[in-house]
């Protein structure tokens, strides 16, 4: 299974979204607040930084993007393990955010069209471009 980039972008603003609300709205106190809002804050910036249909300014490259989301997982996974006087329920939905945020991260497509094409052949001719560099390299990779 792989995520396209649009879809991956569904799931940053999702992801930020939850993030910004979940401790206020759980009654959540102390690191675990502060470590959601300054993620959610983290993942709405990198997100607008990113050459995707979501972003707004292309300063990162997708595999760049994915690699900080990797890396938050990876960070969420660690603060749920060592958070110990945070309220259990917290910590699961730590470990469960970073679970997330790696699986995303492995799953999502490293290569997508870049913004300027979409914007100047529509989004359409950016999916079939998609599908005719995976149609290459098939090609590229079949037994001669």
């Known amino acids: 299974m792989t ?3 649009r879809i991956h972008g569904l799931i940053d603003w999702a ?4 993030l ?14 502060r470590l959601m809002h300054a993620a959610s804050a983290g993942t709405a910036a990198y997100a607008l930084a990113t050459d995707y249909e979501w972003g707004a300014a292309p300063l990162l490259s997708m595999e760049q993007h994915l690699a900080l989301d990797a890396a938050q997982g ?3 996974l660690v603060a749920a393990l060592s958070l110990r006087r945070e309220p259990l329920e917290a910590r699961i939905a730590m470990a469960a955010f970073g679970a997330v945020a790696i699986a995303a991260a492995a799953f999502t497509e490293r290569h997508p ?12 001719s950016a999916i079939l471009s998609r599908r005719e560099a995976a149609a290459r390299l098939s090609l590229a990779d079949a037994p001669q």
């Open 20 to 33: 910004a609300a979940a401790p206020t709205a759980l009654g959540w106190r102390g690191d675990t607040r």
């Open 113 to 124: 069209v870049p913004r300027a094409r979409q914007r100047r052949y529509g989004r359409d």
């Open 3 to 5: 995520l396209t980039p």
């Open 15 to 18: 992801a930020t979204a939850l």
């Open 74 to 76: 990876a960070g969420f």
